[in-house]
């Protein structure tokens, strides 16, 4: 999968969508962020069938109409991607594999060419080896966010 000319393929990891919801009242930089890149023509969010799930859980587990808002235009957004096997195998050294979801995550990254935004420590050693572009949510911000 090829983002379109000028486009930037992402994945958002589950903790950036919390870090947004969990407080509503809050407008933070990345509730901000979020919002940045779902009206922009130059992000194409990519993600898999548990990253979606995970999008719904924590918008149940953090209701708000925001939360609702942002999940249900994540889902939209995002083109779901069929991980091979042979992506979830060449992850497998970098995300131990109790942390299945993040490995898949990484795995849909790799097959796609996306950049993973997460804070989650777990990932640290897929960005340290340059499997896949991995970014802070800061970084993130200051890349999108004017």
């Known amino acids: 999968m090829a983002a379109d000319r000028g486009s930037e393929l992402v994945l958002l990891d589950t903790n950036v969508f919390v870090s947004a919801i969990k407080d509503p009242a809050k407008e933070t930089d990345t509730f901000r962020l979020l919002v940045r890149i779902l009206r922009s023509d130059d992000v194409l969010l990519v993600g898999n069938e548990v990253l979606v799930r995970e999008y719904l859980r924590y918008a149940e587990a953090f209701p708000s109409p925001t939360a609702a808002a942002l999940a249900a235009s994540l889902v939209e957004r995002t083109q779901l991607v069929h991980v091979e096997d042979r992506f979830l195998r060449a992850c497998a050294p970098y995300v131990p594999a109790e942390r299945a979801a993040d ?10 060419g996306a950049a993973l935004v997460s804070n989650d420590r777990h990932v640290r050693s897929l960005r340290a080896a340059g499997v896949v572009e991995v970014l802070t949510t800061s970084e993130a911000i200051r890349r999108w966010l004017p």
């Open 103 to 112: 490995r898949l995550h990484a795995a849909t990254c790799l097959q796609t």
